[in-house]
C-alpha cells in the first residue's frame, strides 16, 4: 500500500543527514613554504685601492638569486649577488672588476591585503672583490675578501592565488657594509677595500 505524503514526509525527515564533504585544511602559521627571489640591479659598493690607482665602480650590474625558506611570517635563507654567471658563460673572458656577495638572511614578511609581499631581512656573510689589478675586461687579476653586514628590503606585488605557486614582481634595496678590510698584493703591490655598498633590484619572488 503507498505511503501517504506526510508519512513520507515524516520519514525522510527523521533519515540521518548525509555527512559533510571534509573542509579543507586551513593554512596555519607554522606551515613551510619554500621561496626563490631573483634580480637584475645595478649599485655602487667601495672599490679596491692601491697607492698608485683605484678602479671604476665593480656593483654596476649585479645578478642576485636567495632562496629560503618561510615559516608563517618569518623567512630564513641564503643569498647570491654577483656576475660569476656572465663569467662562466663567457668561458672567463670577460672579468671586469666585480664583487661577489655570499650569505645568510633572516626577515618578517608582511602581506597587506594579500597583493603584497614586504620583506625586511637583515644579512651577515662574506663578500669577495676581484680582478681589481690589471687592464681591459680579460686581463685581470686579484681577490680580497671581507665580511659583511647589511640589511635588505624587499616589495611584491600581485595577487596570491589559494593554491599553488605564486610568482610576484619584486623591487629590491640592499645596504651592506664591511666588517672587516679586504687586502691582497698582485704584483708585488698592495691593494685593499672596505666600505658601504647599495644595491637596486627588479625581478620574481616565487613562493609555493
Aim: overall charge neutral; aromatic content about 6%.
Amino acid at each position: 500500500m503507498p505511503l501517504a505524503p506526510s508519512a513520507l514526509a515524516l520519514l525522510l525527515a527523521a533519515a540521518p543527514a548525509a555527512p559533510p564533504p571534509p573542509a579543507a585544511p586551513a593554512a596555519t602559521s607554522s606551515q613551510v613554504a619554500p621561496v626563490l627571489h631573483g634580480s637584475v640591479g645595478t649599485g655602487a659598493c667601495a672599490t679596491p685601492r692601491s697607492d698608485l690607482t683605484r678602479v671604476d665602480n665593480p656593483c654596476w650590474l649585479q645578478l642576485g638569486l636567495a632562496p629560503a625558506i618561510r615559516l608563517g611570517g618569518l623567512e630564513l635563507g641564503l643569498v647570491y649577488e654577483g656576475r660569476d654567471p656572465i663569467k662562466l658563460v663567457s668561458f672567463l673572458q670577460l672579468r671586469p672588476p666585480a664583487v661577489t656577495v655570499v650569505g645568510a638572511s633572516a626577515g618578517a614578511v608582511f602581506e597587506p591585503g594579500q597583493r603584497w609581499r614586504l620583506l625586511a631581512a637583515g644579512e651577515l656573510g662574506w663578500r669577495r672583490y676581484m680582478d681589481f689589478a690589471g687592464s681591459a675586461v680579460n686581463d685581470r687579476e686579484g681577490a680580497a675578501d671581507t665580511l659583511y653586514a647589511g640589511v635588505t628590503g624587499r616589495a611584491g606585488f600581485g595577487l596570491r592565488p589559494q593554491t599553488g605557486r605564486t610568482d610576484r614582481l619584486e623591487v629590491s634595496l640592499s645596504l651592506r657594509r664591511d666588517l672587516t678590510t679586504g687586502r691582497a698584493t698582485v704584483e708585488g703591490v698592495p691593494w685593499e677595500v672596505a666600505g658601504w655598498s647599495v644595491v637596486m633590484g627588479i625581478g620574481l619572488v616565487g613562493e609555493w
